[in-house]
């Protein structure tokens, strides 16, 4: 099956800085990769996504890029505000039923 | 708004009894629902996945007469927690779709089993 490996597990930046944080999959057929923030005692909310015919998607401060070659996606922050600090959680799907396989999780702090 | 709703938020209830999650799609046929428990500082580890009008299907390890899940209709999935024990206390989760591109998450369901 499908495994889907998440780093850094947290990652602490000054608001106003980049981050990014970079997930790898294994299974060459998932097709779709999204991104999900979640925030304390919240269930997770889609930030962004992108699919495998799309090498890179942006939306405003946030963007995905995508290396289907090497199997990898990372999402990129830019700007950071106090606000972003939360759990974010990578994911692959070959939409096989639905499945969605997340990564562990990174927590990203920005310190004001 | 909310694609999903999932009731109770939070619960607290005493080890040996039995709780109740409710996972609602509020304005489409949920065909099949996934269920997630998550403790603090990790990911979501699916339970199990169910399709209206059949079993669910459980993952490894996961106790199908602990965890009842119940898929009646195309709106509402249920989680029944049975016996629950202070170890069962964890973030629990619902997940469904409209399409393979449209994934939507309960709020999920705190449960502290005293």
């Known amino acids: 099956g499908e495994n889907v490996e998440q780093h850094p597990s947290t990652l602490s930046v000054q608001e106003g800085d980049s981050a990014v944080i970079k997930c790898t999959y294994s299974?060459?057929?998932?097709?779709?990769f999204p991104w999900y923030k979640q925030e304390l005692g919240k269930g997770p909310q889609l930030i962004i996504d992108i699919r495998s015919n799309v090498g890179e998607k942006k939306d405003q401060r946030i963007a995905v890029t995508l290396n289907k070659t090497a199997k990898h996606f990372s999402l990129h922050i830019t700007e950071t505000q106090p606000e972003d600090s939360a759990v974010y959680f990578c994911?692959?799907?070959?939409?096989?039923?639905?499945?969605?396989?997340f990564g562990g999780g990174t927590r990203l702090m920005v310190k004001p | 708004g909310a694609v999903v709703s999932q009731h109770p938020s939070w619960v607290i209830c005493k080890s040996g009894t039995s709780v109740k999650i409710e996972c609602r799609s509020l304005d489409f046929q949920a065909t099949t629902m996934f269920w997630y428990r998550q403790f603090p500082k990790q990911s979501l580890m699916l339970m199990a996945t169910s399709n209206e009008g059949s079993k669910a299907t459980y993952e490894q390890g996961v106790e199908k007469d602990k965890f009842l899940i119940n898929h009646a209709s195309l709106t509402l999935s249920t989680l029944t927690v049975t016996s629950a024990h202070p170890e069962d206390s964890s973030f629990y989760i619902c997940r469904t779709y409209r399409t393979a591109y449209e994934q939507y998450f309960g709020p999920g369901t705190r449960l502290t089993v005293t």
């Open positions: 299974d060459s057929a998932s097709n779709y």
């Open positions: 994911a692959a799907s070959n939409n096989a039923g639905n499945m969605l396989t």
